[in-house]
């Protein structure tokens, strides 16, 4: 890919994605063979005002000899540098900014309880770090293509050619090209976005029934005090920013405890390096009592048991079928694009944002109203070109989607 348009998406990520404030520090998350994308992203976001950029490096066979050669004691210790670094981050509220490009099978073999077990350690020392930050710093989610993720997507191409092919698609999904001005379109998507969202909760829904002939035949409750979202997002101190590029969603946060039915899987999921494929899930009093999967399912087991939460959703989002996305046709194995494919839920942890006047509210208040906590989010696909939706509320019913596409 040329460099003129990976710096164009470079800006875009930390300009519209990031929106780095004069003065501000930044934390790059990024592979490290992916140092000439990370040469450019650094310029710019330097250019866009940065005062100091710091890059976590890492690269997928070492964190795979990592998790073969050292105990499960050594993996789960948070080391004092570690927490010093977390403490610096409450005190310096940088923009963090992942860019991904990992092979969606870059983990297979790595034993998958030793995983589990690390992070479940590791969670509860991190946690009041992140919760420090939660709203209170900007952060995004971009990608570009790796041979080996290239591959993974398109396996009839020759390395190169599917790599570039990665390179135009993920563009593309951004809305980065050439000619264009991608800072315009972002501002007219999300312009987008509030207008759907302000309909929604305008709407003041009590609970989404959804069908759809693969076996999907769900209800889930929205919070009282729940709000939907999408597109960019605000601050705390009032700094818009973008955190995922791309983005087609639609969300909010469910009713801790209240869902009842179930879903089925219309995608593969791509997990801690793995896929989960053609699988289903049964809910009833807000919990997953029921799964299957046909692969991947003692690693599907492994995710929605890796603590209480994890049975429980924490997401519901409205992606229409006809997206950029599902209309390219390509399928990712990586939630970032994957998820803006389809309308998708997600296990594990909600988001504080879904409260109406979050902004005033502790953590606790906002867990209080419904939002459930986990130390796992992840996204699968529900969506299907016959699903419906419909919205109540005080018995009146509302049509959302219609043959997997929005009905308002
Ligand atoms: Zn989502």
Known sequence: MKKTIQRKYAKLIARVGANIQKGQTVRLFINADQYEFATILVDECYKAGASRVDIDWSWQPITKLDYRYRTLKSLSTVQKWEEDRLQLMTEELPCRIFVISDDPDGLKGVNQTKMQ?????????????????????????????????????????????????????????????????????????????KARCAWLNAQKFERLEYK???????????????????????????????????????????????????????????????????????????????????????????MITMDEGAAMLGELALIPCNSPINNSGILYYETLFDENASC?????????????????????????????????????????????????????????????????
């Open 212 to 302: 759809s002939a693969n076996g999907t035949d769900f209800t889930a409750w929205l919070m009282p005090e729940g709000r939907w979202c999408g597109g960019g997002e605000y601050t705390l101190s009032g700094v818009y920013y973008n955190p995922n590029l791309p983005t087609e969603e639609i969300f909010t946060s469910p009713a801790k405890g209240r869902v009842e039915g179930t879903l089925v899987s219309t995608k593969p999921l791509s997990y801690e390096g793995q896929l989960i494929e053609n699988f289903s899930i049964t809910f009833k009093d807000g919990k997953a009592v029921s799964w299957k999967a046909e692969k991947g399912e003692s690693l599907l087991t492994k």
């Open 117 to 193: 077990k690390t992070r479940i350690a590791r969670y509860p020392i991190i946690k009041p770090y992140r919760d420090a930050i939660d709203n209170k710093h900007q952060w995004t989610i971009a990608a570009i293509p790796s041979f080996a993720w290239a591959k993974k997507v398109f396996p009839e191409l020759s390395k190169r050619q599917a790599y570039e092919k990665l390179w135009d698609a993920i563009l593309k999904s951004v809305r980065v090209s050439e000619t264009n001005d991608p800072e315009a379109e972002w501002a007219a998507h999300n312009d987008n976005f």
């Open 344 to 408: 998708h839920v997600a296990l594990g942890a909600g988001f504080n944002e879904c409260v109406d006047g979050f902004e005033t509210l502790t953590n606790e208040e906002c867990k209080a109203k419904g939002v459930n906590e986990s130390m796992i989010h992840v996204d699968f696909m529900i969506g299907a070109p016959d699903l419906s939706i419909t919205g109540y509320k005080n018995g009146k019913a509302v049509q959302i989607f219609e043959n997997g596409e929005w009905a308002f």
